[in-house]
């Protein structure tokens, strides 16, 4: 089933006690003027230089479960953020990342104790968000085997399976408007500009109504797996984000905008 009118999720990806500060004010005064439930990518043990943006904030785990007890979503972002291997992943946009190509079992290890920091800080993790999309068939064994049966990404139109995981698309780095379907448009506080949070505040303005929570979606949805037609939608999306990003990367590499039809 295709939403229509289209349905959006927020994802804040590269959340760790050393988010820019700035920035991640901003987000948050969004979330809490709109009514937002949104999905939160959470770093459990950062050691990657590039997120070490502020200071580290005492009071960051504190407002993660805060923000998970109104509703937000709180996902698996890897496990350090140290995206050095050039294993393959199953969705092919980048060729470093942190776990495709990893063996299974040192795979199997960073999940169980990312997943392990993430409870110790008292949350309660239920979605997997690769850095740089990076993951493959063993993320997803190992995955399986801690429980955790949601993953966000790919291209499609619709939640679906795949790997004995529901995949909750993502496919936008900045608001578009779409007629139908369900889209998940992923932003990272770190880099973010000022402009692009103006764009999303308005955005916001006329479409908040139609932002929706992980929780409604997976009440919502009964997943299977794609439709001819639907795999063939998602094949050519990461095609064109694939082309989009050989003529020249908008601003690094793990944020990306698509301009995908609806």
């Known amino acids: 089933m295709i939403l229509s009118p289209a349905q959006y999720l927020l994802r804040i990806d590269d ?5 820019s ?9 969004l979330i809490e003027e709109f009514r937002l439930h949104p999905i939160l990518a959470v770093v459990p043990d950062n050691r990657d230089p590039e997120l070490q943006v502020s200071p580290p904030d005492p009071a960051f785990w504190d407002g993660m479960r805060a923000l998970e007890a109104a509703g937000a979503a709180i996902g698996l972002h890897g ?19 942190e776990f495709a190509g990893i063996p299974a079992a040192t795979q199997h290890a960073w999940i169980g104790e990312g997943i392990g920091i993430l409870r110790g800080h008292g949350l309660n993790p239920n979605v ?11 993320t997803l064994a190992a995955l399986r085997e801690e429980g955790i049966l949601l993953l966000s990404d790919g291209f499609a139109r619709v939640p679906f399976l795949q790997g004995g995981l ?12 779409k007629e139908r379907g369900l889209w998940t448009i992923c932003v990272h506080p770190n880099t973010a500009r000022d402009a692009e949070i103006v764009v999303l505040r308005r ?3 006329v479409h ?13 949805f009964d997943p299977a797996t794609l439709t001819l037609a639907e795999r063939i939608h998602a094949v050519c999306a990461l095609r064109r984000l694939k082309i989009s990003h050989a003529a020249g990367p908008i601003r690094k590499l793990a944020c990306f905008r698509s301009n995908n039809s609806a």
């Open 166 to 177: 529901t995949w909750i698309p993502q496919q936008l780095w900045a608001p578009v408007e």
């Open 15 to 19: 959340l760790c006690p050393t988010v």
């Open 79 to 97: 496990y350090q953020h140290l995206c050095a291997t050039r294993g393959r992943s199953l969705v092919d946009l980048h060729r470093i990342s």
């Open 128 to 138: 997997w968000i690769a850095p740089r999309h990076g993951f493959d068939r063993n």
């Open 208 to 220: 908040a109504a139609q932002f929706t929570s992980l929780d409604r979606v997976i009440f919502r």
């Open 203 to 205: 955005f916001l303005a």
């Open 21 to 29: 500060a700035e920035r991640w004010q901003q987000f948050q005064s």
